[in-house]
T-cell receptor
Framework: QKEVEQDPGPLSVPEGAIVSLNCTYSNSAFQYFMWYRQYSRKGPELLMYTYSSGNKEDGRFTAQVDKSSKYISLFIRDSQPSDSATYLCAMNRKTSYDKVIFGPGTSLSVIP | EAQVTQNPRYLITVTGKKLTVTCSQNMNHEYMSWYRQDPGLGLRQIYYSMNVEVTDKGDVPEGYKVSRKEKRNFPLILESPSPNQTSLYFC????????????FGEGSRLTVL
């Protein structure tokens, strides 16, 4: 079993839709949770960063962490064509020097 | 502008011909890392460095070498490339060794024939 699992998609939605992207993980030691966005032919860039369980909102984006279920989500409200990208979840352990583990990514297309 | 710069962006080479992919960051970050990205497998760490002259293996280090002689530079060396090293490579850096945002370069697409 992979440490971090993510539905690869592709996911195609109409403009204005609410998008839900999800990851599950197996290691209960993970405490830092991130979402990166990667446009085609570009490097990933950090979108959201959360510590432990709970919700965090930033504009149209909401990150949700449920440590009891080992499940994290990213919600995009009022999706725009510019949101079309691959979304990577990532996580690491508080006590580890690094070891950021990435999910394989979900490809999202927002159709005008 | 804060950035991580990789070169070359695209490279086609042949089996066994040594090559180096350079990486430079201008943010004075202590931590730097190399990843490869393959379809269905996501980003996998090759090597990382917590500071000058301090490097260690990641998850997939076989066939790669690195060095960290200066804080800003972290080159990735393929001494004898093989076709299974055909991939998209990313260099990343961050300020802290244990937490915080990873800043990625734009990627280097390598094809080994």
């Amino acid at each position: 079993q992979k440490e971090v699992e993510q539905d690869p998609g592709p996911l195609s939605v109409p403009e204005g839709a609410i998008v839900s992207l999800n990851c599950t993980y197996s290691n209960s030691a993970f405490q830092y949770f991130m979402w990166y966005r990667q446009y085609s032919r570009k490097g990933p860039e950090l979108l959201m960063y959360t510590y432990s369980s709970g919700n965090k909102e930033d504009g149209r984006f909401t990150a949700q962490v449920d440590k009891s279920s080992k499940y994290i989500s990213l919600f995009i409200r009022d999706s725009q064509p510019s949101d079309s990208a691959t979304y990577l979840c990532a996580m690491n352990r508080k006590t580890s020097y690094d070891k950021v583990i990435f999910g394989p990514g979900t490809s999202l297309s927002v159709i005008p | 502008e804060a950035q991580v710069t990789q070169n070359p962006r695209y490279l086609i080479t042949v089996t066994g011909k040594k090559l180096t992919v350079t990486c430079s960051q201008n943010m004075n970050h202590e931590y730097m890392s190399w990843y490869r990205q393959d379809p269905g497998l996501g980003l996998r760490q090759i090597y990382y460095s917590m500071n000058v002259e301090v490097t260690d293996k990641g998850d997939v280090p076989e066939g790669y070498k690195v060095s960290r002689k200066e804080k800003r530079n972290f080159p990735l060396i393929l001494e004898s490339p093989s076709p299974n090293q055909t991939s998209l490579y990313f260099c990343a850096s961050r300020d802290s060794y244990d937490t915080g945002e990873l800043f990625f370069g734009e990627g280097s697409r390598l094809t080994v024939l």
